[in-house]
């Protein structure tokens, strides 16, 4: 029986496979530089490890409400999960699996949260693109990210790559900093211990 993790696998082949013909040979050399860069700069991602407390946090969600972790935590343990952007076909790929899987994660009685260090609007934007029925919230500044997972800022080189294909990078952040989480999922169970935790980009 095919689950959801193999369908996934499946869509990520077909997705790298699309991409592969659709971008040019230029720029796909330049992001798998700089993929290759980020994995031998760190040796550890995660800021946040299972057994240890989760940090708690306000942040606003896609219509600009104030979301609060302790909150969630009082109907129920969190799947939070750290992503780029809007712009990431592999996180908006991600963002469709993890809406396909909602019934599963409520029948264990855990709500998702997604955050990156977009505005509101590009939120707003990536909801309504995968029709979402979670909350994505805004970190700006990558001030919750920090405390769960590796930050780091955007190389030159990607940025203006995006640049020559059309894609305004900054455009989808209220600061100039380009930093970027790199992505992380936590289960947090409702006392704030975290009972997982697992970046998805080599921890």
Not at 32 to 58: H, M, N, T
Request: charged share 25%; hydrophobic share 35%; proline share 4%.
């Amino acid at each position: 029986m095919k689950t959801e993790r193999d369908s996934y696998q499946e869509n990520l082949k077909v997705l790298s496979e699309n991409l592969g013909t659709m971008l040019p040979k230029q720029a796909l050399e330049v992001f798998d530089k700089d993929a290759k860069r980020l994995e031998k700069k760190y040796d550890s991602i995660l800021k946040i490890q299972v057994g240890d407390q989760a940090p708690d946090f306000s942040l606003m969600n896609a219509t600009s409400r104030t979301v609060r972790l302790s909150e969630l935590l009082k109907n129920g343990k969190v799947v939070l999960t750290f992503y780029r952007g809007s712009w990431c076909p592999y996180c908006n790929l991600q963002l469709s699996h993890y809406q396909k899987s909602m019934d599963e994660i409520h029948e264990l009685g855990a709500e998702l949260v997604a955050i990156s260090p977009q505005t509101p609007d590009e939120s707003l934007n990536i909801k309504e693109k995968n029709e979402l029925n979670f909350e994505v919230l805004s970190d700006n500044g990558n001030i919750v990210a920090r405390k769960y997972t590796t930050v780091f800022r955007n190389a030159d080189a990607p940025v203006n790559t995006m640049a020559g294909l059309g894609l305004d990078f900054d455009s989808h952040y209220s600061d100039d900093s380009r930093e970027l989480p790199i992505p992380a999922v936590f289960v947090i169970e409702k006392d704030f211990t975290v009972s997982f935790a697992k970046s998805l980009g080599g921890d």
